[in-house]
């Protein structure tokens, strides 16, 4: 009789619902945990304790194991999105955004390394960037930023040369202003953007001058003397335009007399 009832004991232990939960989340079979949650614990106050229990042991360990990478995201964020089912719980809401960010975290490390690889050092700067301090890649990130961030700069200063070259001065601005954006503020270059607008400016102020001279050349006084008057609307100190301008309209009021 005394082994039957201990025996009986024993089955009992072995059988009960905190063991065969414990089991179920052990085997990860959320299916069943789900059973026997909902049907032993749920409502029972003492009983969902010792389950929050075993329930915020198995979310703490799937997140170890994915942080160590002996589990992938897939696998990761299926268990634990099985168990926020049915345990309304915010560690296991916030094991799902730990363990999503922590993948994000390191797709953006591989994108930044295949960007510095292809030479866009400005989607590297980006997704360095996104890296976050729990990624085991975070330190070897941040060094590889400021590399990103070198080259990215120096290749915007090679690009807007080239485009200054070529004239294409508005294109060279906002080749450096998006560099400034991305970058924060950057005494070189901010120092190559006023470079850029300066030499914009003469551009356009030299370009009107030599069309005027184009129309005086022609004889046509009126429409030179006009097309200086519109320049000197935004460039009301710049000497050359105010220079022609008095030329023009002399020249203009002479041949209208002459005439």
Not at 155 to 177: C, G, K, R
Request: hydrophobic share 35%; glycine share 4%.
């Amino acid at each position: 009789v005394a082994v039957i009832a201990v025996a009986a004991v024993v089955m009992l232990v072995i059988t009960g619902p905190v063991n065969r939960l414990r089991s179920s989340v052990g085997d990860r079979d959320w299916q069943e945990a789900r059973q026997i949650y909902e049907n032993s614990f749920l409502g029972r106050e003492g009983r969902e304790a010792r389950a929050d229990d075993i329930f915020a042991a198995a979310v703490e360990e799937i997140e170890s194991e994915f942080a160590a990478e002996t589990m992938d995201y897939q696998t990761a964020f299926g268990h634990l999105s099985a168990l926020a089912a049915f345990w309304d719980d915010s560690r296991a809401r916030s094991a799902l955004d730990s363990v999503e960010a922590l993948n994000t975290s390191r797709n953006a490390f591989q994108r930044a390394e295949s960007c510095m690889e292809s030479g866009d050092y400005a989607q590297a700067v980006e997704s360095y960037g996104q890296v976050i301090e729990s990624d085991s890649r975070y330190s070897e990130a941040q060094s590889r930023l400021e590399t990103a961030r070198s080259r990215y700069k120096q290749q915007i200063f090679t690009e807007s040369d080239e485009l200054e070259e070529q004239n294409e001065y508005q294109s060279a601005i906002l080749l450096v202003e998006d560099a400034l954006e991305l970058l924060g503020e950057d005494a070189d270059l901010r120092a190559r953007l006023t470079e850029l607008e300066d030499g914009q400016s003469r551009y356009q102020v030299q370009s009107v001058l030599d069309q005027a001279q184009v129309y005086a050349d022609r004889g046509n006084y009126y429409s030179a003397m006009d097309l200086v008057g519109n320049a000197l609307k935004t460039n009301r100190n710049n000497e050359s335009l105010q220079s022609a301008s008095e030329e023009y309209r002399q020249k203009y009021e002479e041949d209208i007399l002459a005439n």
